[in-house]
């Protein structure tokens, strides 16, 4: 009987986000499929527009709400922009030590360490990452796109199968940025599992990517809610009318990859609340499927294994990306990230 009634709140949910927008749902096993319920009570009660997709990293299952949805990416698009930085480190273009120029065009002055720099100041890929990431620095993101290129970050989501994550100009705090920089939950989500299993670019390049998210240290979202000391690698995006945050929670016994995006937000407090209680609602039932899972191992997808953050630097475990040539005698730079700041409550900017 609660199998039933599961089953026919499941199928009210499908029929009643088809008449507001795309959604996705579908009957997951036991932990996952209460996880789906308790999405769609909460969609039904969302302050504005929002895609949702949680996946369990060991077995792919994963339970979402328009998750295919087109939305603001705000700053979640750096992650992206990161992808491509280290695609074309695997090539050899150029190495973790090269040193970028700020240029005034480079510029923004919403937020980050970067936006009163003087022009003409040069820093290195690897600490442009960091800022780029950790403290969500604009100036540093629009240094890394002028690198890589904006058209090369394009055709690198396309060629890996991301239908609505596109930058359509650079990143900047005010003008048409909600629809210049795009993604969706399942997008982020697909990254985020590939990365999580060594696919994205290399195996190197997927666990750097991985430690720079882990830094990250605007933490007001998905880790908020969650127990003291759970690792979170993830990036966070606000405009005036938007919250998003996307990432991957080391949970011991059931990593799981997340990605909440709201926007049309009536307050950015509400917009909060409900990522807030996503993330609390998405580790309760990934704890309880971690067992649920040992118990049904026959019956579910082989469990595939997750590397876990293991410092807080980009480290030089790869001597190639730090300098041409592989010269074993090249000093790693110093790689370190600027002191914690408050989050900042965001007015027209992406962070």
């Not at 880790?223 to 606000?238: F, N, R």
Request: aromatic residues 4%; contains cysteine; glycine residues 8%.
């Amino acid at each position: 009987m609660l199998t039933l009634r599961r089953i026919c709140v499941a199928v009210t949910c499908v029929l009643f986000f088809g008449a507001i927008g795309r959604a996705e749902a579908s009957i997951e096993p036991g932990p996952l499929g209460d996880l789906q319920l308790q999405l769609a009570s909460l969609s039904t009660h969302a302050p504005g527009h929002i895609g949702v997709m949680v996946e369990d990293l060991t077995t792919g299952l994963s339970t979402s709400v328009n998750a295919a949805a087109p939305m603001p990416a705000a700053s979640t698009i750096k992650i992206p922009v990161m992808v491509e930085v280290f695609r074309q480190l695997s090539l050899g273009a150029f190495d973790l030590n090269r040193m970028v120029t700020l240029t005034a065009p480079d510029r923004d002055w919403g937020w980050g360490d970067l936006s009163d720099a003087r022009i003409g100041s040069r820093y290195s890929v690897a600490r442009l990452l960091n800022l780029m990431i950790t403290n969500s620095d604009n100036t540093a993101a629009n240094m890394l796109i002028r690198l890589v290129g904006r058209s090369a970050i394009n055709r690198e989501m396309q060629a890996l199968g991301l239908r609505q994550t596109w930058l359509a100009s650079d990143i900047r705090s005010e003008g048409p940025i909600r629809t210049a920089l795009r993604s969706s939950a399942g997008d982020m989500v697909q990254l985020l599992e590939d990365m999580a299993h060594d696919r994205l670019v290399d195996q190197w390049s997927s666990r750097q990517m991985l430690q720079i998210l882990a830094d990250d240290r605007l933490n007001g979202l998905l880790p908020a809610p969650l127990p003291s000391g759970t690792i979170v690698a993830h990036k966070t995006g606000s405009l005036h009318d938007t919250l998003d945050d996307v990432g991957i929670v080391f949970l011991q016994d059931a990593p799981y990859a997340i990605a909440v995006m709201t926007t049309n937000l009536a307050s950015l407090d509400a917009g909060r609340a409900f990522i807030h209680s996503v993330s609390r609602a998405a580790y309760n039932e990934l704890e309880r499927f971690g067992s649920w899972r040992l118990a049904n191992l026959d019956a579910l997808p082989l469990p595939a294994p997750i590397a876990r953050p293991a410092g807080h630097t980009v480290a030089p475990t790869d001597l190639r990306r730090w300098a041409p040539g592989g010269d074993a005698g090249a000093a790693p730079i110093d790689a370190s990230i600027p002191s914690p700041q408050p989050e900042p409550e965001p007015v027209s900017a992406t962070e």
